[in-house]
């Protein structure tokens, strides 16, 4: 019996699409922001603060260094959602949500990045997007959905890839593209 989440029949390949148990966070990657979150019993941040006085001084610090910050508001029922909009359910549940931390757009390393001298309206526009990408993304991986796939399983002509975080459709769309490529590559060699 297999533990995939979903299997796929596609151009005669089977798909076999499973949770990736990995431990690699997306605050590994190359990030601009700086992800300080302050909870005594998570720490998926860049920064993370298990009291309240490091936390607020790091928050200040941040000012002080004319960075934006932007409060980071977590759903913690069942699982862990985190977002920076509590106005939606159920980030304004009073029980179960709270701020948890607080996302630093660095005004230096964004000018540096994209070459500028002053910290243009747009450019902080560009920032803000920036925060809300990696926000969605820590989001998506803090409620497991890391996935893999595997292409023709416990086959010679087996494939695989591991690490997508995000929203399933896009592994079944690479996962696709692979058989796409393996049946082009079938003809020509034919």
Not at 127 to 140: F, N, V, W, Y
Not at 153 to 176: M, N, R
Request: with cysteine; hydrophobic share 30%; net charge negative.
């Amino acid at each position: 019996m297999s533990d995939a989440v979903e299997t796929i029949d596609y151009k005669g390949h089977t798909i076999n699409i499973y949770h990736d148990d990995s431990d690699m966070s997306p605050r590994e990657w190359d990030n601009m922001c700086i992800i300080h979150i302050g909870h005594r019993r998570y720490a998926f941040g860049d920064k993370n603060y298990s009291t309240i006085k490091p936390f607020t001084e790091a928050l200040k610090e941040a000012r002080r260094n004319g960075d934006i910050c932007l409060p980071i508001y977590m759903y913690d029922h069942s699982g862990i959602t985190i977002s920076l909009d509590n106005t939606k359910y159920p980030y304004n549940c009073r029980w179960d949500s709270c701020q948890c931390g607080f996302i630093q757009i660095p005004r230096k390393k964004m000018m540096e990045e994209f070459g500028k001298k002053i910290f243009t309206k747009a450019l902080k526009e560009k920032g803000l997007e920036l925060a809300k990408g990696e926000i969605e993304t820590l989001d998506s991986r803090v409620r497991g959905e890391v996935y893999g796939y595997k292409v023709d399983e416990d086959t010679d002509d087996e494939d695989s890839c591991w690490g997508f975080i995000g929203d399933i459709k896009y592994v079944i769309e690479e996962a696709k593209s692979i058989i796409d490529h393996m049946v082009k590559t079938e003809k020509v060699e034919a």
